[in-house]
């Protein structure tokens, strides 16, 4: 069975995130969520607290089966050492695609064995970005639609002790 895994910032994971993993798991005999340490964006969560809460909230959506890692630098180099065969990222709206199209070339130019492997966003949650869920907490706003329990009291307890 092929085996893929799901990069990302994950800062924090939402029911977007979820979904795509759900999917993917359906399709992949072992999938593995990898949470990058440094990306661009400035995190709130440390990388320990976002594979943390990735954890958390997997449990408690019953997908305690999945695993979830962290990396520094190359993703193709956490892919070789997964044994994987595919990178599965998500796509939202156009803004995505460009983004994901360059990385995916990019990737594929590094280590043409990997392949991309796009998810369709669900309609209700192609609005839904980490970003989006930060800002609505910021505001004490109700992000129950978005991230589960456990990403909710993380981002309380985060934001409340700004
Ligand atoms: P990155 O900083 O690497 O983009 P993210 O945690 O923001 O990390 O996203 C990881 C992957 O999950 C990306 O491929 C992103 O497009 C996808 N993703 C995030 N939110 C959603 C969503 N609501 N629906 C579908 N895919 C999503």
């Known amino acids: 069975m092929a085996i893929a895994i799901y990069p990302g910032s ?5 029911y977007g ?4 993993t759900r999917r993917a798991r359906k399709l ?10 440094n990306p661009h964006k400035n995190p ?11 954890k958390d909230a997997l449990r ?10 962290s990396f520094d630098g190359l993703l193709v180099e956490c892919a070789r050492a997964h044994g994987a065969d595919a990178i599965v990222r998500g796509l939202r709206a156009n803004s995505d695609f460009e983004y994901e199209f360059q990385m995916a070339l990019a990737n594929r130019d590094l280590a ?20 989006m869920v930060k800002e609505v907490a910021s505001y004490g706003g109700d992000v129950s639609n978005f991230v589960p329990k456990s990403v909710q009291k993380a981002l309380r307890e985060k934001l409340g002790a700004r």
Request: aromatic share 14%.
């Open 10 to 14: 994950f800062d924090p994971i939402t």
């Open 17 to 20: 995130h979820i979904d795509i």
């Open 28 to 37: 992949f005999g072992r999938l593995v969520i990898a949470v990058v340490a």
């Open 44 to 54: 709130l969560f440390t990388l320990e607290e976002r594979v943390e809460l990735t």
């Open 60 to 69: 408690e959506e019953g997908l305690s089966e999945i695993e979830v890692t």
């Open 112 to 131: 043409p064995q990997f392949e991309s492997v796009f998810f369709m966003t669900a309609g209700n949650y192609s609005f839904l970005a980490s970003s």
